[in-house]
């Protein structure tokens, strides 16, 4: 390249990171906003964990199934409509099940209320309607997996995608921040209602505490703008990742990046030699589904924290709807931390080979959860337990971010967004224990013990799996036909 388009390939280089960076947040604030709105649909309407558990996990499936279609049909189409197409689909959703009262009393003439009959509509909308926002936030990922590896050389990968997967967190740390904001100072103050607080305690575990019955009451209603804030936030999003984002660097006048054998003009290839190239590379490819393993373990943790960790820290330590959120948000933030640390050591120390990284930080997981156990079992202060169980989103997320990087380094960016897709779609079977295997073991006998025993056994695996990869070679684009 000239010096004149080195300059404005590194424009657009940064222009794409920040575009796909900003338009997943919005993706993610209208996805994990449904953990937060949770304890407010159990509260009112007497949902149970299982039941909400099951939606988790159906949505989630699907989610990773829509995941890895888009991932194999990001490789083959515009990825800047691509995504924009996705957030779209989710926005109206979130409206949908923001107002979900409504549509269920003008469709079926039953009043909003905690009646058996209303409460079985009711869930059968927000089952509808979350799953339709499931499969259209399939579309946010694969076109960013499709995108970065053309702006970014594999040399740089690992640092530039821990930036941009600082998204996740800035994301869920938004839905955070509505969810203190929305769940603990919005809706309508009934605390002095005895029938509602009489109501809200008999839909609540027995083990729930006085103050957070009191805290659901003085609150009633708020789940419904835990939907609606978001949506709006994300219509503007649409308009802000259309205008931003472009496809690839051939689009706007520059030439593609190249390494090793990898071929420069990729669109001489036939539909038939691409086709071929994904199959070698991707499908055959034994790297690509250990990292699926490895992200299913992975995942399995992360979401057993944002899905539940809010309803967990009110019902079992007796947290107030504002500790509950902070917690989480401040996970999220040592997330962000532990993303960039990973990625740079990634670069610098290990020179790209990130699977060195992913193996320190499932061993860091393991600690930092065994440290909340015993923590919480000791009755430590809301301030200590918050630490440590932020430190586990510090250790946690460095895999999360980098076993992305790794997959796109042994597929070659020809083949990334479909490695991509396979292993997100693995990663969200992950929702099957997340989901309705942790609601069913936190409602049993085992209770929430339960649930953190089992974390500690997925933490484990994940790092078995990381084990063998510790002298692989950082890219496979030596090898690319």
Request: net charge positive.
């Amino acid at each position: 390249m000239t010096p004149e388009q080195q300059k404005k390939f590194k424009y657009w280089q940064w222009r794409t990171l920040i575009g796909t960076m900003v338009g997943y947040i919005f993706f993610y604030l209208i996805r994990k906003n449904f953990s937060f709105a949770m304890p407010g649909l159990t509260a009112e309407f007497g949902i149970t964990k299982a039941s909400l558990g099951m939606i988790l996990s159906l949505g989630g499936f699907l989610y990773g199934l829509s995941k890895l279609f888009n991932g194999m049909l990001a490789d083959r189409v515009n990825g800047r409509w691509h995504m924009v197409i996705g957030l779209i689909g989710s926005t109206i959703t979130a409206f949908g099940i923001g107002f979900g009262t409504i549509i269920i009393t003008k469709l079926t003439g039953v009043a909003e209320g905690s009646t058996a009959d209303f409460v079985s509509k009711f869930v059968l909308l927000i089952s509808i309607f979350y799953i339709i926002n499931q499969l259209f936030q399939g579309f946010g990922f694969p076109p960013c997996s499709r995108l970065i590896p053309r702006w970014v050389p594999a040399g740089e990968l690992a640092t530039k995608m821990s930036i941009w997967n600082t998204s996740h967190s800035i994301g869920a740390g938004l839905a955070c921040l509505c969810g203190i904001f929305i769940m603990g100072m919005m809706g309508t103050d009934m605390s002095g209602n005895p029938e509602v607080v009489a109501s809200i305690a008999e839909n609540l575990s027995k083990s729930t505490t006085d103050e957070a019955v009191i805290s659901a009451a003085s609150n009633y209603g708020a789940w419904k703008m835990m939907f609606i804030i978001p949506g709006i936030v994300a219509a503007i999003g649409v308009f802000v990742t259309a205008a931003i984002l472009r496809d690839t660097p051939k689009s706007v006048g520059l030439p593609e990046l190249s390494e090793g054998n990898e071929k420069k003009e990729e669109s001489t290839e036939t539909p038939a030699e691409i086709s071929a190239f994904i199959r070698k590379h991707v499908w055959q490819n034994p790297i690509i589904w250990a990292l699926a393993v490895a992200d299913f373990f992975v995942y399995v943790i992360r979401f057993a924290v944002l899905d539940w960790g809010p309803t967990f820290l009110r019902e079992h330590c007796g947290m107030t709807p504002e500790w509950a959120g902070i917690t989480v948000f401040v996970f999220e933030i040592f997330g962000v931390i532990g993303m960039l640390i990973a990625g740079w050591a990634s670069d610098k120390l290990f020179n790209g080979r990130s699977a060195r990284t992913c193996l320190i930080c499932m061993i860091g997981t393991l600690v930092s959860v065994l440290g909340f156990i015993g923590l919480q079992k000791a009755g430590a202060s809301p301030v200590v337990l918050l630490f440590v169980l932020a430190l586990a989103g510090a250790f946690i997320y460095g895999p999360q971010a980098l076993i992305g990087v790794i997959s796109s380094n042994h597929a070659t960016r020809k083949g990334s967004a479909t490695a991509l897709g396979i292993i997100g779609f693995v990663s969200y079977v992950s929702v099957l224990v997340s989901g309705w295997g942790f609601g069913l073991i936190a409602d049993s006998k085992y209770g929430w013990n339960g649930v953190f025993v089992a974390m500690v056994v997925m933490a484990v695996i994940g790092a078995v799996i990381f084990v063998p990869m510790w002298k692989m070679k950082r890219d496979a684009y030596s090898d690319a036909e």
